[in-house]
């Protein structure tokens, strides 16, 4: 019995480390569209899957107020965001606080798919003039779930904004969602990194105008 318990006790131990190791791997850049650099790894999801974690970077001519504020504009969502055919916003009692659907209508190999997201701003104590915009999965009676579309969960993430000295932001963006696909990857990961990238582009070209 000893020695049962203490098989069972290293294949957790083993069973920790890789999640651990899987979670604290390296991101990798899979694509390039001019100045937006396009990362992504592998983490373990809230079910315990290996999901898709995406991180873009770039700079953009703007400030913080501006992408905010694009943000949380409901008649520009649908300009900027790749495939979106809803783009609604709730806001709170706090200015920085505020919900988000979104419906996208995807190629016709995907099933349609939408999101309710909580968003929060909130200000970085180590780094001077720093933004962090965090978004999650949330739960909204405005919002029930369609039966004929798919429901995205377990989504995180986060816009990252550093001003820099000659007045523009650098900006990472951060996110990933529950598995929500059984497409082989071959098939869903042109149109997951280019619809990413062209959502990017068009939101840096709506902040520039």
Not at 121 to 144: D, H
Not at 166 to 186: A, E, G, Q, W
Not at 191 to 206: H, Q
Request: aromatic share 8%.
């Amino acid at each position: 019995m000893k020695k049962i318990s203490i098989n069972i006790a290293a294949l957790l131990l083993c069973h920790v480390l890789f999640a651990q190791k899987t979670l604290a791997s390296e991101f990798k850049i899979v694509k390039k569209q001019g100045d937006i650099v396009l990362y992504e790894r592998w983490i373990t999801g809230s079910t315990g899957e290996s999901v898709r974690e995406l991180k873009a970077e770039f700079s953009v001519k703007s400030n913080t107020e501006n992408v905010i504020a694009l943000l949380k504009n409901q008649k520009e969502g649908t300009k900027w965001n790749m495939n979106t055919s809803v783009y609604k916003i709730v806001n709170t009692l706090n200015e920085d606080v505020w919900i988000n659907y979104i419906k996208y209508d995807m190629p016709a190999m995907m099933d349609d798919q939408e999101c309710c997201l909580l968003y929060q701003v909130a200000s970085f104590s180590g780094e001077q003039n720093m933004l962090k915009v965090s978004f999650e999965s949330t739960v909204s009676p405005l919002f029930p779930v369609n039966p004929d579309v798919k429901r995205i969960t377990g989504v995180r993430g986060e816009w990252i904004l550093r001003p820099q000295s000659n007045k523009s932001l650098k900006v990472t963006y951060l996110i990933t969602s529950d598995k929500s696909s059984n497409i082989p990857r071959f098939v869903s990961d042109p149109i997951i990194r280019g619809n990413l990238l062209k959502t990017i582009e068009s939101f840096r070209d709506l902040l520039e105008k």
